[in-house]
């Protein structure tokens, strides 16, 4: 059994580079001013590169920059690169290149977050052969390892709606119930609820996270064919940058999905590397 989990980078930064099943990558632009691996000596891996990669949105966001669609696109990036070409693991994993999951059965229990210096040290205590076995333990008895949860003041919707236009989020609602009916029950998870995990960092089974990419992929396809503007640059709520909508809908729609679907979790602290 098999586990890869790749981290998303958008510049240079600490990594273990001699971890044998975690991987840096990043989306490499074909325009000017994009950002590049500035170290052709670090194993970062280019994911797009290849003919099925997020470039194959490109035309969606023609109304900007390449630079502005990868900043909008960021981990997702990672994520379509790997639901296209999606390598031989068991469990597939994706976060941001400063988050780890404590993958430590005797590291503390109840701390939903924890900060390490942003240090080549600190770095390498992730993806180590140790973690690997203790995640593979862990999946024995879970189809998906996590971050914890957090109760927040307001429900999930709510809080949303502090940062991104509501439009984004009203077509959300709505491809969910026009695409997969078999959500319409579950609903209320997004207005009645205020305990979510943030984040998007994760393993799950390669099962999985073949239907979770599918359907967000599908879902942000039915958002963009309807939305007003694909690249609002106006800001209307309290986030500068309006046109991070589709991170913060993949935040909010990964652990719906696991609560839908009724997969086994098993939650550790986030360490982010600060």
């Known amino acids: 059994m098999s586990i890869g989990v790749y981290n998303h980078f958008h510049k240079e930064f600490p990594f273990n580079w001699d971890s044998k099943w975690m991987f840096a990558t990043y989306a490499g632009g074909k325009e000017p001013f994009t950002w590049h691996s500035p170290d052709d000596s670090k194993a970062y891996l280019n994911v797009n590169r290849d003919r099925e990669s997020i470039n194959n949105l490109r035309h969606i966001y023609s109304c900007t920059s390449e630079d502005n669609f990868l900043k909008a696109m960021g981990i997702l990036a990672t994520e379509y690169w790997l639901f296209k070409n999606t390598p031989n693991h068991d469990y597939i994993g994706a976060g941001s290149y400063r988050r780890y999951l404590l993958l430590d059965p005797n590291g503390p229990k109840n701390v939903a977050k924890l900060g390490l210096p942003a240090t080549q040290d600190s770095a390498e205590k992730f993806g180590t052969d140790e973690q690997q ?16 949860s957090i109760a927040i003041p307001q429900s999930v919707e709510e809080q949303y709606l502090m940062y991104e236009p509501r439009e984004y989020w009203d077509l959300f609602k709505q491809a969910l119930i026009e695409l997969y009916p078999k959500y319409r029950n579950h609903m209320t998870w997004f207005t009645h609820n205020n305990i979510i995990n943030f ?48 991170g913060f809908i993949g935040e909010r729609f990964f652990p719906f999905f696991v609560y839908a679907n009724s997969l086994k979790k098993i939650q550790v602290p986030l360490v982010i590397l600060e």
């Open 199 to 246: 984040e998007t960092t994760y393993i799950m089974r390669r099962d999985c996270f073949l239907q979770y990419t599918d359907e967000f992929f599908r879902i942000m396809k039915f958002i963009w064919e309807r939305c007003s503007e694909i690249f609002p640059t106006k800001q209307t709520t309290s986030e500068p940058l309006p046109w991070r909508y589709p």
């Open 133 to 148: 076995n203790i995640a593979l333990d862990y999946f024995k008895t879970c189809d998906v390892l996590t971050n914890h």
